[in-house]
Every structure is written in C-alpha cells, then in structure tokens.
C-alpha cells in the first residue's frame, strides 16, 4: 500500500501531520542534512531525510505504553540542508543551526551520513569544551580525515573532551585496535555491545547521562543505527549480526530526550535506497523521531 492510498480516519492521526505547522519558536525542531559524498562506502544517504518524513504517515501521534499524545506539541520542520558536504557544505550547515537552540528546546537532525555528527554538533557550539557528546553507534568514528568515520575525532580535534564523550553499543570486530586505544587514550567512556547483554539500557543512558552532562553540560546525541542488528536495519551498510534491537534503541532515544541537557540528537547511517521491501530501517527511523518527541513531551 502506497502512501497515497492510505485510508483516512479523522479520529487517527497520521504522525506527518505534526509538522505541518509552521512555528518559528517550536519546541522541537526536525532538520534534513542529506550528507553522503565523504562516506567510506557509496551511499545514498542524501535520500534518507525525505524518505523519514514519508515513513511518518505510517504511525499515529500516540504512545500508549505513556499515554502520551504528540498533537497539541510545538513542532516545525526546517527543511534539508542543501548540499551540506564539504567545506562549503559544512558552511551552509553551521548557518543552517546557527541560533537553533535559542529558539527550540530540541533539534532532530535527520542524516545522511554520520559527518552530519560534526557538522552539526560544530556549528550548535562554536566552543566545545563543555559540551558532551553521548553516541549510539557500533563503530568509534575516531578515524583520521574527513568522513563519516571521523566525526568523534573531528569533534575532539575542534575542542569537545573525550572525558564529556559516552559510546554505547561500540561492536566486537567493527573497529581496530589503534582506534580502540585512541579512545581510551582521550578519556572517551565505552559501553560495548558485549557489556548490554548484561545491563538494562535505561541503566546505561542514565550513566552515559550522567557523564555526559556533568555539571549540567548540554548534550548532543547521535544515533548511529548501524548500532542495531543487521537483520532489522538492512539499509545500514555497516551493520552487523548480533547489534542491539530496534525496541533497544527506540528506548534509547525516549530516555535521552526526555533529560533536558540533550539539545540535539541526529539519527544517521541510513541508506533508503537500499533498504527492504518493507521500509523497516527508514520506519525505524521514524519512529525514533516519535520517540524522541515523547521523549521531549516528558520533560
């Protein structure tokens, strides 16, 4: 069934609708960065943000488990960023989220590639030293260069301590050892994969929490979805076997949007031109917008 073709129920509202408002002063805030011309592997990832905001038609504007209804909120969707690789990309990005936080209490930027990360994270906070850095990812990203493997490292290279950073999800064989001993060697604070077989994630998020925002720092997060199972995410390139669950991350992105020193979250990684016949990855994606909009509504 296309999107077109849906059926209409006054009484179901379609989560799309949220958006459809245009409030220069709302509370949450969606961004397309369509980035994908520095990603290691080809991508179509610059398709992404527009394939999200169709997957929204999918899902309602309620959450039962919360009983929480996203009508009444304040939401605005700024549009795509155009053509935000490279240095003048990385120019138009940083004017693109200039003063964001001024005027909404949560940007959701939708990738793209995982370069968005330091885009958008360097152009929020010109200064970086006390921000903190909290990442959903099964890869480090401390790579040399300019890629969608280097955003931790860029962030780290521009001020942001690797003390105020938390990786969750970081994979066995995903990353090498040069790079594991570049985040032990800037303090970066790891939760394996390996070490969420034994632990809740609403346990983790509020430690990552905690060490993040330290002394009240804001926080910027980034949901890398290849850190999820490659059987529910078949549009992350760089997924692997044996990642965490949707359900996981869902969680994840509820928790960390409902603490009020997270001011952005990106979601990233996604290729939709390569995803299933059912559009799992891109829904997914979805959904963890509408996670962390209720996420948000909590506060």
Known sequence: ??????????????????????????????????????????????????????????YSTYSTSTTIDLVGGSFVDLGNVDSPDGLEGLTRVHHAVQGLLSRHTLLVALGGDNSIT??????????????????????????????????????????????????????????????????????????????????????????????????????????DVDVCDRSVVPACPAAMPGGISADELRQGAFLVAADSRVRAIDITEIDCTIDSDDQRTVRLAALLVLEAAAGLATR
């Open 118 to 223: 330091y885009s958008v994270a360097s152009g929020l906070w010109p200064d970086l030293t006390n921000v903190g850095l909290i990442t959903f990812d099964a890869h480090h990203d401390l790579r040399d260069g300019k890629s969608n493997g280097s955003p931790v490292w860029n962030l780290i290279e521009a001020g942001l301590p690797g003390k105020n950073i938390v990786q969750i999800g970081i994979a066995d064989f995903a990353n090498s050892a040069q790079y594991s001993q570049r985040a032990k060697e800037n303090g970066i604070t790891v939760i394996s994969r390996a070490e969420l077989r034994t632990r809740t994630m609403a346990d983790v998020v509020a430690q990552a929490l905690d060490i993040a925002g330290a002394n009240n720092r804001e926080i910027y997060v980034d949901l």
């Open 1 to 58: 069934m296309t999107s077109a073709s849906l059926p209409h129920d006054p009484q179901w509202i379609r989560a799309h609708t949220l958006f459809s408002q245009q409030d220069e002063a709302a509370e949450f805030a969606l961004l397309g960065v369509p980035a994908n011309t520095t990603s290691i592997s080809p991508t179509g990832a610059n398709q992404t943000p527009d394939a999200v905001r169709e997957a929204l038609k999918r």
